[in-house]
Each structure stands twice: as structure tokens, then as C-alpha cells.
């Protein structure tokens, strides 16, 4: 079934209103921005959203007041440091408050694999000791291990180098909690740079994220994931990051910039002619060695 | 700083890297004194060698390339469940004297007045890893007595064999390296001690910026300072790191 | 750390008696038989043997005497049925009796992820209202789910495509229980088709199976896994299969088989002379697409 | 066998297909009346075609080719945990007329008389797929009245519920395709029926060659036989395999 649809049409169709959504499942690399900037300017919201670190993504999607719920290790802007509107939210209630379980890296993959597993929890061997345990009802510690209760998002969303149009998919690089985040989840909806023949795809099946019976939508988005970095595609646009820290770090600011980048921006497509992408993008070739798949 | 911190990773460890000094730490050690020291990301990756081009992130492309293993975090996280990671570097937003973290909320979490980005893997290094060292920058509002909430726990409430009671696995906190000095820490846990002073700094302007009571001691050391192979590569390294100066 | 070394002396210096050990971890193909035969050469005792379904390399190993016990899902031959030699065991105690701690796959595989993470066990959704939890002291069943504990392997030995000298290896095609078996074990034996240079691994780190922190072992075996397929490499032996089956049926005819494929023969490229490699070797090329792992 | 098996798989099911016949069963729907049949196979694939190439095993590199997922098996088994498995085949040495298979141990598991292979997925399928269906030759030692030992369970003692009290995820086994006849399962477990007798066979053959009591039902139907185009992938697959020609 070609599953291949807009971001506008993806995004409505598969995130509603009060979803609970996994982005930057890959933690630096492949974030879903445009997918992320799509649901702002559809103004989707009671969001709950799944990650380990979100590099500025989650920040944005509270600071334009998406958001009702954090299930993260980590939010803010990794070259950076503080997330302002994330800050704004939890201390106050700008532009509305939101509620935070905290996790580690570690217990998040372990939530969603419980999830995967279709067990109510896990057991592990971190957070002994840390108060995260007394500000997470979904954690508790029993017989010297946290028991970590299972994270089922009603759909991720991530973004790859390349997919055909049946959603299947191939990623590379570090991949963080991706593979755990498309189990765990309802429906998968891809972004990605390319969008290529399916025997371009099923020449590597090990190279293949998810079963495509979990993925739902394909949206071919070439720099969907900037300003985060694609091997292969895109380098990390460090200024970016940058001025977005500065710029948010007032309310007004972070409108400002919103209005720049996403509000006053139809779509992905121009959004790509106001960055630098001739710059950013990659121009060498470092080709994996071919594994011959032959039968006979 | 950089310097002080590489000189923690001995030759053959398996080192959680983490973020911005750690990379560089890492680095200086693998160019001088630990050349088979590999280095270990969350976000999916082994090296043993630095990258060759500029990191924002640990997940910048130039980390991949050369890199020993692409793979899930829950792997990476697995082999420090082992015990097979000898050191990790964790950043932190507060420490007290038990070495504890609190990279989550500055004031109740409830109400907090500032909300800290969160544990990261940083909890997990410091659960889970052999030894592991935090870098700071050197001042009072960062080295407090206690921390209001224990993110990555140190030596907990200080107490002997705290962290064996509670059933953490790693070793926890080996040393605090700040702008001024180094704290250490006795074996089986406790309190922070003064090990060394920076040169070109004294006792009396570490007693000043830090928030716990420090009894003059005699025997303090001064940290050695970098040699010039260190400095060489941190020099490298920052003309192409915007981020480090910013630390 | 240059891990290259003869099947002979990796068996001999990471395989001793009574050791736990992990083999034919991704079920039907890549099963190491070379290093099976060599642990039989060797006259290894007293071995716990942990796999998924192990198509008629268990059932070799506990014909020869090698096994104390087995800690599998599935012990026979695949494509022809029972597996005589553990029959012999399990029934009459010949050559000696055997341990059975019975799996399912799902199972054996849980309990690695439980040792990979260090965890006393993992629980899961399969096992209920089956006797195997009677007969397995390793599972239990509880608050309405199976509790599987943990299952360290000494050691893991897994044949691959190709692998570099420090150990880095690249598998391809299905891999059953292999990433998982790995990560679990103290250390990994590895036995490739091909010996290639790092570069060739490097290019590709997201087909590298293990960290090379695991890997104690490297040994240039082609046709290491015959008469099992080797993706892109050897064809399965199907006759080779049904000739084992109709030769162990009796313990006579059993040994007369072990005589002449494993204890008169010297090693493996002694036995690859005695069967057709030139039909089973795959010829063809299906190559996988390459990824670009640029950074600039 | 196979055709009436293969009748078992609708279209868009995902069919955890395992060994052997199975496998026929579902090239001869894919190419009839299910073309939207995807098959997953505990080694570590999904395919939404038959390989081309004749296969030994699951695992045989001709399944590998055009496959549209190669994963770890834990990740098959995941799908099928989240009840995302429409119909899994499983075969046995030993049924019983509540459904359960033995392939574990005749006679006691302390000293056997006949040490079985085990449960392979077996027990995993039995448990976790929405549907499964076994095919077995129809002998009167294969058909008993109870299993001595539940490798993969059916509806258990056959009181009602047994599944759902015991916790199995799972609807439990919904026929039995035997060389003769076809037996069926009530709604929510207990007992097989007779439900049809294959073409050329009696009610009286299939009685003698039966474990448990049958008593004559009128309402028993006659199998379907195989249409042409069953018999014609049947035929087709059969020229280049072995194996079922064994079965």
C-alpha cells in the first residue's frame, strides 16, 4: 500500500489532539523538525511527548503550548544548555504548565521495550539512589532493582535518509531508542530525505527499522531534520542552535522566532530556502562495503 | 580543567564519554598517556579514536565515521549494566559534598525556580559505571552542602557503604574537577576532600567559593599542571570547538 | 589488538570443560559446526550448551559426550525431525545423561537480555499454562506472567560473513537470538567466511554485531557453518542433513558419522575437500544499496 | 493438507508461518485468495511473497531475499506479544481434544520414552497469536485424549475461560487440519468437534484413528477439496520440495 502523503496531511491524520508521540528517538541526530513545526502550525494540542534527549524540539512544542505532558531524560538544547521554554512551563505555567516524568536514558529505552515486549514493566539496575524514582509514578524501586512501567506512544515519528513509499525504511548511524520507540508504538510515520524505490530499500532488509505493518505515513521531507544532523546528508547547523537559545530565551523572543521559522512559514519546502542548505549539506561519499544477499 | 580530567582515563578504560569537555578529555588522553583508551556515547557509539572533525554533540556525523559500533542506546547502556565500564564523565548543574548531582530541579519539583534539563544518561553513569568524575565550573552556587535533589546520586547521604546499602553498582564519584581544584573522595564513600589546587590559586579563594566548610589542610597538593603535548591538543581542538571556550 | 588465531587454539584457550556456552545463535543459518567439531576433537566435557533451536550441531555435541546440559528451545534437526543423539541422552543416558532446561524461543531469548542488562530476570507474556515452567528451575510464573531468569553465557561462538582482526564482525540476514547471545556472554568467539580489513567493517558500524570489548576471537573459516547457509556464501546441505538423521539413528551409526567427519579429520580445510563446496557456494551477487556515512 | 490449511489464512493477515507445510500453506493463499497475506518467521523475517527458491528451513537464504524486514527473533516475538499476529501454524508431535500440543516429552520428563525436540516457538505462538492452527498426520497415537505434557497449550483442561483465567493473550488453537478431517474449536475453548471429513474418507476411519471418544454427528460436512489453482502452487512447490513430499 504506498502510504507516501504530505507532512500537513500526515501530521493531521495520525497526531491528534492529546497523542502521546515519540520524537528524537535518535537523540542528536535525524530530529523530526519539520514534522515537530507542522503540529505547532496545525496547533495540536495536549501533546504527550516521548524522548530521550530532545535537542530544542521538545522546547519549541512547549513553548508554542502543544504540550501537556514530558516523558523525556533530558529537555533542553544540547550544544547550549537550558531550555528557556521549558523552563518558562515548569516554573511558570508559560504558556501553560505542564506535567514532567522524568526519566534517564537508559529507563526510557527500557520503558518502551517493556511496552514492546507488551509487559506492564522492567526491571534495571539504574536509578537506585536518584530522587527521579520519588517524581515518577511510573517508577518504583522494589527488591533492589526500579521497575520501569512500559511507555506505549500512539505513534512515533522519525526521521531516516531513505524510505519507499510502503514505509519501509532505512536509517543509519546512531540510532538511540528508535528501534524500541517504532515497536512500542502504535503507528510509525516516516520523514526522509529520500524517497526510493522499494528494491533500493529491501536489498538490505537488515538495514530495515520496523515492520511496515507498524508504519502508517511517508513524507518525503529532504531536510526535514534540520537543524539536526542526516549522515550522509546533513551537517548540524551549531548557529542555529545557537540563535535559537538566544532568541528564546523571552517569551517574546521565543514568539518572534516562531513567527520567523515556523507560524509565517507554509511548509518544509520554504522553510529550505531560508537556511543555508548548500552549505549544510554533505558533499562527500563514505559508502558502506555491499553484502552480497544471494541465495544461489 | 580538560587536562586535569584526561589524566582520570587510564590506558586500556572503557570511557561513557558524554558531552563538550569529556570529548575533549577524551581526546587529550588518547593522544598522550592512554592510546588504547576507547570511548563509549548513549547515543549509539564506540571509538577509539577522537573524531576528526568538530562535535557539537556527541552525535554529530563526525563521530560515526570510524566509529567501532553504530548501534542503540540500550546497548551501550548494557555494557556499563555489566560493570564493564571503567569511567564516565558526567556535567552537572550542582554538587555537594557527597558527590551528588542535581541536574533536575532547583527547588522543589512542584514549584521549582529553575528546571534543569534532567538526568540524560547522567544518572545512569553514575549508577552504573566503575568511577566516574564530574567537571564544574568553580562556584559557590554550584558546590552547595547538600543538593536539593539527588539526580545522579554520589555518595548519597554520605553515610560508610551508602551506595552498597541502596544496591548502586559502580563505584561512584572518583573526583570533582573544578576551575580551581580537584576534590576526591575516600574509598567507600564520604566526603569530599581537597586534593589539589590549580596552580596560580589558593586555598582561601576555594574556601570562598565553595558552599560547604573546608578545614585548612596541610597536606593539599597543587595540581600539576598541563604539559605540553596536553595543551597541544586542547589548543587543536579549541581552535575548531566554539563550545569548549564557552565552558 | 590483532584476535586472529586457528580454530584449534581458539577453542582450546576460551572453551574449557564445563563451560556455558552459546552456538547457533541465529537458528537455521550460520551455525558454527567447524568450531562444534573442533570443541568434539578436542574432547571437551561436561559443556552447558544455550541456543535457540540448534539444527543437529547440539545434538552432535551431546552424541560425542561433550554436554552436561542443555538450556535450549529446541534440540533436532530441522528439516528431517527428532534429534537421535539426545534422544539417546535424554532416554537411555547414552552416551551419558544430560540436564534439560527447556525454553521457547522467545524465552531463551529474554534471558539473555536479562544477563545483557544485568537484571536477575526479565518477565514476559509467553510460558502461561505451559509445563514447561514445571521442568525449568530457571522460570517461574507469577503475578500473571513468566519470570525468566538470566542466562550468562561463558561464551558466545558466532560465524559470520566477514569480520576484521580486532573482531569487529558484519552478519546479514535473519539473526535470531545473535546481537542479544553476544552482549550476554563474558567474552565471543568469532569464526568468519571472509577475514577482511577494518576499513571494510568501518564503513558500515551499524552492521558491527559486538562491541570488539566482547570479542576474545578470530577465526578464518570459510565454510565454517556447513552443512547451515551462509547468506551470499553456501547454500544449506540439505542432503548432508537427511544423511545425518538416517546415519545416527543407532549409536553405532552415530560414531561411524563422528569418525568420519570429525574425529579422522584433521580440520576444516581438510573436510572442506570432502564435500561439494563448489555446488553449494553461492555464486550469485544481490548486493546490498550503499549507505553514505559522510560527515562533510 | 495444505490447501485446507492455506484456507485457514485471510486476506491481510499476518501469518507467523514457521516450518514445512506451513509454509506451502501460505504460498498457496498468497496467490489465491489472500494476496495481502505477510508472513513473519521467528528467525528473523517478514516477507509478503513465498521465496522463490525452495526452502529447507525458514531461515534458507532464498526466504531472505526480497524479504521486507531481517531482524532478531525478539523483535517477531514482540509483534506477536502485542496480539499483532493474526494466525500462526504450529506443529506437533502429540494433540489432545482440548487442543494442547506435546512436543516436549512422551512419558515422564524425569525419564522419557521418547525425548521430543521441544517447543522451538511453538509454546510462544500458542500463547501470544490471535488464532493458531495445527496440521498433523491422523494417527491414534498423534490424536490422544490428553497430552502428558503441555509443550504449547490449546484450551487447556477445557473448562471454560481456562485461557483467559490462566492468562494467555491469545484465542487459542482453532482447528486441527489432520490427513482425514478437520476438527474445530467452540467460541472461548473447550473441546474439538469434528467439523469435516475430507473427500474419500469415513466417519468410521476417522473414529478408529482417534484418541478420544467421537460420537457420530450428522451435521459433519465435507471437506472442500483443493480447487485447481490450489493444486496447481501445490504441485508447482512440490516439484522443488522435498520435504512435504515426507509429510
Redesign the interface.
Known amino acids: 500500500m504506498d502510504k507516501v502523503m504530505t507532512m500537513a496531511e500526515a501530521v493531521s491524520r495520525f497526531v491528534p489532539d492529546g497523542a502521546t508521540v515519540a520524537l528524537g528517538t535518535a537523540l542528536e541526530p535525524l530530529i523530526p523538525f519539520a514534522a515537530g513545526h507542522e503540529l505547532i502550525r496545525q496547533g495540536r494540542r495536549d501533546l504527550e511527548l516521548v524522548g530521550p534527549i530532545s535537542d530544542a524540539l521538545f522546547d519549541q512544542l512547549i513553548g508554542a503550548g502543544c504540550v501537556r505532558r514530558i516523558t523525556a531524560a533530558w529537555v533542553g538544547n544540547v550544544s547550549e544548555g537550558l531550555g528557556h521554554c521549558y523552563r518558562r512551563a515548569a516554573e511558570k505555567g508559560v504558556p501553560r504548565s505542564i506535567e514532567i516524568y522524568d526519566h534517564t536514558n537508559f529507563s526510557i529505552s527500557l520503558a518502551l521495550w517493556a511496552a514492546a515486549w507488551n509487559v506492564p514493566s522492567l526491571p534495571a539496575r539504574t536509578l537506585l539512589g536518584s530522587d527521579i524514582v520519588g517524581t515518577n509514578p511510573n517508577i518504583a524501586v522494589a527488591d533492589g532493582l526500579a521497575h520501569i512501567k512500559a511507555v506505549r506512544p500512539d505513534v512515533a515519528v522519525v526521521h531516516v535518509q531513505r524510505a519507499d513509499a510502503m514505509g519501509r525504511a532505512h536509517a543509519w548511524g546512531p540510532l538511540g531508542i528508535t528501534e524500541e520507540a517504532g515497536l512500542a508504538a502504535e503507528r510509525v510515520v516516516i520523514t526522509c530525505e529520500e524517497l526510493v524505490e522499494a528494491g533500493v530499500i529491501l536489498s538490505d532488509p537488515n538495514r530495515i527499522l520496523f515492520p511496515e505493518t507498524k508504519v502508517v505515513a511517508v513524507v518525503h521531507q529532504p531536510g526535514g531534520a534540520h537543524p539536526s544532523p542526516v549522515q550522509g546528508y546533513f551537517k548540524r547547523d551549531h548557529e542555529f542552535f545557537r540563535d535559537y537559545a538566544a532568541e528564546s530565551r523571552t517569551a517574546e523572543g521565543f514568539g518572534a522566532w516562531l513567527r520567523r521559522w515556523v507560524q509565517d512559514v507554509p511548509d518544509r519546502t520554504e522553510y529550505m530556502k531560508r537556511i543555508d542548505a548548500a552549505t549544510l549539506r554533505v558533499k562527500g561519499k563514505q559508502l558502506s562495503a555491499p553484502a552480497n544477499f544471494a541465495d544461489e | 580543567m580538560v587536562a586535569i580530567a584526561s589524566r582520570e582515563i587510564r590506558d586500556g578504560d572503557?570511557v561513557f564519554v558524554g558531552?563538550?569537555l569529556p570529548i575533549l578529555a577524551y581526546a587529550v588522553a588518547r593522544n598522550n598517556h592512554a592510546p588504547n583508551a576507547?570511548g563509549l556515547?548513549?547515543?549509539?557509539?564506540?571509538r577509539d579514536q577522537p573524531a576528526s572533525?568538530f562535535l557539537?554533540?556527541?552525535?554529530?556525523?563526525?563521530n560515526?565515521?570510524?566509529?567501532?559500533?553504530?548501534?542503540?542506546?540500550?546497548?551501550t547502556?548494557?555494557?556499563m549494566?555489566?560493570?564493564?565500564v571503567d569511567l564516565g564523565f558526567i556535567g552537572g548543574a550542582e554538587v555537594d559534598r557527597f558527590g551528588n548531582l542535581n541536574t533536575?530541579y532547583v527547588g522543589s519539583?512542584a514549584?521549582?525556580?529553575?528546571?534543569?534539563?534532567?538526568?540524560?544518561?547522567?544518572?545512569?553513569i553514575?549508577?552504573?559505571s566503575k568511577r566516574w568524575v564530574t567537571l564544574m565550573n568553580h562556584e559557590r552556587r554550584r558546590l552547595v552542602d547538600r543538593v536539593s535533589?539527588?539526580?545522579?546520586?554520589g555518595h548519597?547521604d554520605g553515610s560508610a557503604g551508602?551506595?552498597k546499602r541502596?544496591?548502586?553498582?559502580g563505584g561512584g564519584p572518583a573526583a570533582i574537577v573544578t576551575t580551581l581544584c580537584v576534590f576526591r573522595f575516600p574509598d567507600g564513600g564520604g566526603e569530599a576532600y581537597l586534593d589539589s589546587i590549580h596552580p596560580g590559586h589558593t586555598f582561601d579563594e576555594v574556601r570562598a567559593n565553595t558552599g560547604w566548610a573546608l578545614d585548612a589542610a596541610e597536606d593539599v597538593k597543587q595540581t600539576v599542571a598541563p604539559n605540553p603535548s596536553e595543551l597541544a591538543v586542547i589548543r587543536r581542538l579549541q581552535n575548531t570547538d566554539?563550545?569548549t571556550t564557552a565552558v
Open positions: 572503557l558531552m563538550r576507547r556515547f548513549e547515543v549509539g557509539l564506540m572533525n557539537g554533540t556527541m552525535g554529530d556525523p563526525p560515526v565515521v570510524g566509529a567501532l559500533w553504530a548501534t542503540r542506546m540500550s546497548n547502556m548494557a555494557l549494566a555489566q560493570g564493564l533536575s519539583p514549584a521549582p525556580e529553575v528546571k534543569l534539563p534532567g538526568s540524560g544518561g547522567g544518572a545512569d553514575a549508577i552504573l535533589f539527588i539526580t545522579s546520586p548519597g551508602w551506595r541502596n544496591g548502586l553498582l566554539g563550545a
